[in-house]
């Protein structure tokens, strides 16, 4: 008897390894940026080096687990929604067999440990595991997909995704640029 649930716990763990990895990156990056800017010897007296460390990677920690939690809520819904517009299956067959899938995160996220030293491959580890989960869920529901259901689902997830990402994309932009224009210090510069 094959139960369900079995892998109910892989996308909380999926989570909290992201996170981890990202997090273990970016306390060196922060780590280096503070010393920098300078504030680093003023936050050692009142921690120790180890304990800035944790403090700063627990902080990161929330931040990167928010961020993929997030992230996994819309993937969700994106999923569903296409199946809504799509599919022939009334029944919830379809989400059903693609559960399994998170098996496909949960071995992505163990493989970001050989990369912790690199947030390109970080990146790159984490692209591929969601591509590698898009077309595992796309070759799982095609049996309740006509051809041009398919095709649907396909468009339209890539769709969503490009118009969330370019969004995004669009704001850091805006704020970056807003910022720089906001330094007084480039107004100082001979031009």
Known sequence: MKNTYLTGYLPLFSIL?????????????????????????????????????????????????MIFAALKLIAETVN???????????????????RSGSLIYFFGSLVTIISLSSLRGLLLIFVVTSCV?????????????????????ILFEITVWAALISTVLYVVIRLYNGLLASLPILEQLPS
């Open 133 to 153: 989960y898009f077309v595992y869920f796309v070759l799982k529901v095609s049996t309740t997909l006509s051809a041009g259901g398919t095709v649907g689902v």
């Open 80 to 98: 569903e929604v296409s199946l809504l517009f799509f599919s022939r299956d009334k029944e919830g067959e379809a989400l059903t067999r693609v």
């Open 17 to 65: 390894m992201f996170s981890l990895s990202f997090s273990v990156y970016f306390v060196g990056v922060l780590t280096e940026l503070f010393r920098g800017i300078g504030i680093y010897a003023g936050m050692r007296e009142f921690l120790s080096d180890l304990e800035l460390k944790i403090f700063i990677l627990i902080v990161l920690m929330i931040v990167f687990f």
